[in-house]
């Protein structure tokens, strides 16, 4: 499966991957017999559906995560993806030493893309390195809008922690030409003020 798949996707089309378990016929009142299917998703599947929900940094999330990482079948880019969901699910918790050093793994691996260039970018800005977020944000070549818009989000946030305003500006601005209405970039320019040097 490739890692991609399983860093922005839910449940849908797992079933050939997941071993099911039934319980016992019940018959219904109509004649039609209803079977009930419980399974248990793998663990970099419950990692990535961790890190989708929004503002969560649950437990049982990076506990998956943590399992998927620890299994020996898990290939490269499952590895990959792993690494940048549960630096995700770091980042929630406020783990931020956590998050980087899953950043750091995730992005020496030579396999890393767009999602985790993007979410690592984020990590190092919110672990106090703006530098750190530059540099990796900088290396990425992306061309979908929606993931351009956080890109420059990131960036326009690493820039302004480094006291550059102008180029924060401009990145927001990069972002909002990307995605435009894109909620963070929108806040954010609204607090800027933009005066005249000359």
């Known amino acids: 499966m490739k890692w991609s798949n399983i860093l922005?996707?839910?449940?849908?089309?797992?079933?050939?991957?997941?071993?099911?378990?039934?319980?016992?016929?019940?018959?219904?009142?109509?004649?039609?017999?209803i079977r009930k299917l419980y399974f248990t998703p793998p663990p970099a599947e419950a990692c990535a559906e961790a890190a989708q929900r929004a503002g969560e940094a649950s437990r049982d999330g990076l506990r998956a995560c943590s399992e998927a990482l620890e299994d020996p079948e898990t290939d490269v880019e499952v590895?990959?993806?792993?690494?940048?969901?549960?630096?995700?699910?770091?980042?929630?918790?406020?783990?931020?030493?956590?998050?980087?050093?899953?950043?750091?793994?995730?992005?020496?691996?030579?396999?890393?893309?767009?999602?985790?260039i993007i979410s690592c970018g984020g990590v190092y800005v919110d672990a106090g390195q703006p530098e750190k977020a530059v540099q990796v944000l900088s290396?990425?070549?992306?061309?979908?809008?929606?993931?351009?818009?956080?890109l420059y989000h990131n960036l326009a946030l690493a820039h302004h922690d480094l006291g550059a305003y102008a180029e924060a500006y401009d990145y927001l601005e990069q972002a909002l030409a990307a995605e435009p209405g894109f909620a963070p970039s929108a806040e954010l320019k609204a607090l800027y003020r933009v005066v005249d040097t000359e």
């Open 139 to 150: 290396s990425a070549d992306i061309s979908a809008p929606e993931l351009q818009s956080r």
């Open 8 to 33: 922005n996707r839910g449940l849908a089309g797992l079933v050939a991957a997941i071993a099911l378990a039934s319980t016992p016929a019940a018959a219904d009142p109509a004649g039609m017999y």
């Open 79 to 116: 590895r990959v993806a792993v690494l940048t969901n549960r630096a995700i699910l770091y980042r929630r918790a406020g783990k931020l030493a956590e998050a980087a050093s899953d950043c750091e793994a995730a992005l020496a691996s030579g396999q890393a893309v767009s999602g985790t």
